[in-house]
């Protein structure tokens, strides 16, 4: 059974600094892409990041210039390095992995205080 685990959430003033990561364990083939997502409260879920298994990426516009989504193939890892943070990007954020299937982590929470 595949399971993503996250970690790195957690309370950080704003302009800090945090990285998550997301871990596959159990077995997990023919994945793509890997990406980050976000659900504020009250809101949709919504995509952060997204990295192909060839390392191509795509940000939102609302994160551009300050995250920055890395992945390690060989351990079927995703990283997220978050900059500069505002207190508009507390959410619970989420890991995703596509391929064959997708599949979630549980989300980690990220609150930036002002």
């Known amino acids: 059974q595949v399971q993503l685990v996250e970690s790195g959430g957690g309370l950080v003033q704003a302009g800090g600094s945090l990285r998550l990561s997301c871990a596959a364990s159990?077995?997990?083939?023919?994945?793509?892409?890997m990406g980050w997502y976000r659900q504020a409260p009250g809101k949709q879920r919504d995509l952060v990041a997204r990295?192909?298994?060839?390392?191509?990426?795509n940000y939102a516009d609302s994160v551009k210039g300050r995250f920055t989504i890395s992945r390690d193939n060989a351990k079927n890892t995703v990283y997220l390095q978050m900059n500069s943070l505002k207190p508009e990007d507390t959410a619970v954020y989420y890991c995703?992995?596509?391929?064959?299937?997708?599949?979630w982590g549980q989300g980690t929470q990220v609150t930036v205080s002002s």
């Open positions: 995703r992995f596509s391929g064959r299937n997708i599949y």
């Open positions: 159990g077995s997990i083939f023919g994945i793509n892409a």
């Open positions: 990295i192909t298994v060839s390392g191509s990426t």
